[in-house]
T-cell receptor, first 114, second 115 residues
Framework: DGGITQSPKYLFRKEGQNVTLSCEQN?????MYWYRQDPGQGLRLIYY???????QKGDIAEGYSVSREKKESFPLTVTSAQKNPTAFYLC?????????????FGPGTRLTVL | QQQVKQSPQSLIVQKGGISIINCAYE??????FPWYQQFPGKGPALLIA?????SEKKEGRFTISFNKSAKQFSLHIMDSQPGDSATYFC??????????????FGKGTKLSVKP
């Protein structure tokens, strides 16, 4: 059953803590993306990766970090430098980056800072 | 120039009616315009997409209308059903590979279809 999985579904963080959100895909896609979704704000691109061991900043990368050591995995770390991290985080993948390629989204992780 | 402006923010339609959501863009280099549908607590899913070489694309009850001169495109949902109640996002990109093809999303429209 192919798709994108994100874990955990809900995550609570204390201020000053780093947390890592997991994203795994078994679609054999080269490109992966992280978006942040806030109410009434649409989806904003945090980071994307076109190939293993390579990634680029999106529009709102400050306070976030990523790694792409395996094709299937693209974890996102929300660091203590992110001042307003409470949001719904979505991971996506596509066959290759950009073009007319459909992006497939995971079910999301809702992060709440306590 | 990178923005995609979407309206309305929310929409209430009676069952069987037509839902219309509009988007406008500034960057004339955009040439790929997808619409995504998102149910509460889920990730978005591609609904339908269009390129500017056609003015209209229809898939079942969903139609995209595209006006290149006005730099506008819209989603029409015919015979709207309660199961269509979701948030809809328009997006645009240059349709190119790599980073130049990153999607720019509108802010979304929350559609409620009343029985």
């Amino acid at each position: 059953d192919g798709g994108i999985t994100q874990s955990p579904k809900y995550l609570f963080r204390k201020e000053g803590q780093n947390v890592t959100l997991s994203c795994e895909q078994n679609l054999n896609h080269d490109a992966m993306y992280w978006y942040r979704q806030d109410p009434g704000q649409g989806l904003r691109l945090i980071y994307y990766s076109q190939i293993v061991n390579d990634f680029q900043k999106g529009d709102i990368a400050e306070g976030y970090s990523v790694s792409r050591e395996k094709k299937e995995s693209f974890p996102l770390t929300v660091t203590s430098a992110q001042k307003n991290p409470t949001a719904f985080y979505l991971c996506a993948s596509s066959i290759v980056a950009g073009g007319l390629n459909e992006q497939f989204f995971g079910p999301g992780t809702r992060l709440t800072v306590l | 120039q990178q923005q995609v402006k979407q309206s309305p923010q929310s929409l209430i339609v009676q069952k069987g009616g037509i839902s219309i959501i509009n988007c406008a863009y500034e960057n004339t280099a955009f040439d790929y315009f997808p619409w995504y549908q998102q149910f509460p607590g889920k990730g978005p899913a591609l609904l339908i997409a269009i390129r500017p070489d056609v003015s209209e694309k229809k898939e079942g009850r969903f139609t995209i209308s595209f006006n290149k001169s006005a730099k506008q495109f819209s989603l029409h949902i015919m015979d709207s059903q309660p199961g269509d109640s979701a948030t809809y996002f328009c997006a645009a990109s240059r349709g190119l590979g790599g980073s130049q093809g990153n999607l720019i999303f509108g802010k979304g429209t929350k559609l409620s279809v009343k029985p």
